[in-house]
């Protein structure tokens, strides 16, 4: 059982950043493709972005392009989501989640898809 950490949330003034991270405790994310989701209060879950097992496909939701980047580190056995030019309307609960399959298309946003999810890690934008 694959068990998702993400970490690096916080609360931040518009226009900052912060760095997501999400590492794996049982197991090695190099086999598996990751997605970023999120979901603010009264808000469903939506997809932020997505990159597969190889780090060579990427995909972002067109709410955050341009200002967020999703990388893999294998070494270190995370995945990050640099997130720039902060919003308020950034503001919600960040969840990670790990796909056995790579996932192409409009179908990397659906959560059914994902296999695990971490617990969430909550992120804050305000002045």
């Known amino acids: 059982q694959l068990q998702l950490v993400e970490s690096g949330g916080g609360l931040v003034q518009p226009g900052g950043s912060l760095r997501l991270s999400c590492t794996a405790s049982?197991?090695?994310?190099?086999?598996?493709?990751i997605g970023w989701f999120r979901q603010a209060p009264g808000k469903e879950r939506e997809a932020v972005s997505y990159?597969?097992?190889?780090?060579?496909?990427?995909n972002y939701a067109d709410a955050v392009k341009g200002r967020f980047t999703i990388r893999r580190d294998n070494a270190k056995n995370s995945v990050f989501l640099q997130m720039n030019s902060l919003k308020p309307e950034d503001t919600a609960v960040y969840y990670c989640?790990?796909?056995?399959?790579?996932?192409?298309?409009?179908?990397?946003?659906?959560?059914?898809?994902?296999?695990?999810w971490g617990q969430g890690t909550q992120v804050s934008v305000s002045s």
């Open positions: 989640a790990a796909s056995h399959f790579d996932i192409y298309g409009t179908r990397v946003g659906a959560p059914q898809l994902y296999d695990y």
């Open positions: 049982t197991d090695t994310l190099d086999y598996y493709a």
């Open positions: 990159i597969s097992s190889s780090g060579l496909d990427t």
